[in-house]
Nanobody, 119 residues
Framework: QVQVVESWGGLVHIGGSLRLSCAAS????????MGWYRQAPGMQRELVAV???????RYADSVRGRFTIYRVNAKNMATLQMDSLKPDDKAVYFC?????????????WGQGTQVTVSS
């Protein structure tokens, strides 16, 4: 079993910054991608940013240029640096860990951390 724990969400003013952290532990064997997704009230969960075991990252158009995802492979950790935050960034942010073993894929999620952007 894999435990995924997010931390450091919170309340920030428009234009401010937050840094989210995600740590995976437990049955870790081959993480090929870690990422952040978010879900606003009444909306579907959407991709924010993902990064593979190297440095290749993908971002949603809405956050590109404002958010940066980092990964520390040796520690099974990923960080999302969020700058120039907007009211539309308010959501619960979830960390996702994807593993592959031979032909099988495994996906684990954290409980989520709230990000609120106020005027």
């Amino acid at each position: 079993q894999v435990q995924v724990v997010e931390s450091w969400g919170g309340l920030v003013h428009i234009g401010g910054s937050l840094r989210l952290s995600c740590a995976a532990s437990g049955s870790i064997f081959a993480i090929y991608e870690m990422g952040w997704y978010r879900q606003a009230p009444g909306m579907q969960r959407e991709l924010v940013a993902v990064i593979n075991s190297g440095v290749l990252a993908r971002y949603a158009d809405s956050v590109r240029g404002r958010f940066t995802i980092y990964r520390v492979n040796a520690k099974n950790m990923a960080t999302l640096q969020m700058d120039s935050l907007k009211p539309d960034d308010k959501a619960v942010y979830f960390c996702n860990v994807e593993q592959r073993l031979e032909e099988n894929e495994y996906s684990d999620w954290g409980q989520g951390t709230q990000v609120t952007v106020s005027s």
